[in-house]
């Protein structure tokens, strides 16, 4: 039986917060952790859209933050799958964030996020393929092995010479 196919378009997720006091930290900044919270769920949501199964968090690429989010911002994250693989997805999550009264927005976060779609036991289960259809979705479509193999080779769970979309990278002399 051949394996069903999803266009990217299809787990777009858009969630949608305001930072109130109890998301803030003694500087009146959003916490990172309240953020990371609201990116792995958002994320989530996508590769649940995206395969129609439970998924469970395996990894989170760097985290880098750009700029403070403020007390009163409005904070929107964008995700949606990049690539499917055979029971694992990655999602690349967008954070902005606007200041509404003055009309000033910026971007202030990205990441990758890797689900594992499960079954009712727990166990991998696969996933459909992915169709990009976009320039954007192409390029992080083709990007998807590099990170992926990245990630198995820092939790050691592929060795470097196995990492063969990063042979540049990992290059020895002989």
């Known amino acids: 039986m051949p394996k069903k196919k999803k266009f990217a378009k299809e787990s777009l997720v858009i969630k949608t917060e305001l930072v109130l006091p109890n998301d803030t930290n003694t500087l009146d900044n959003l916490m990172g952790g309240r953020l990371m919270h609201w990116m792995d769920v958002v994320s989530a949501i996508a590769a649940q859209k995206h395969s129609n199964r439970i998924v469970v968090t395996a990894s989170v690429d760097n985290v880098s ?63 459909p393929e992915l169709i990009p259809e976009t320039n954007e979705e192409q390029l992080l479509y083709e990007g998807a092995l590099r990170r992926r193999q990245m990630r198995l080779v820092l939790a050691k769970r592929m060795a470097p010479e196995e990492a063969l979309e990063l042979k540049s990278i990992f290059k020895t002399e002989s």
């Open 65 to 127: 933050f750009r700029q403070p989010i403020s007390l009163g911002n409005v904070v929107t994250l964008r995700a949606k799958v990049t690539r499917a693989f055979n029971s694992s997805m990655e999602v690349h999550i967008k954070v902005s964030a606007e200041d509404v009264p003055s009309g000033k927005g910026f971007e202030s976060n990205e990441a990758f996020f890797t689900f594992v779609a499960v079954d009712q036991s727990g166990r991998p289960i696969d996933v």
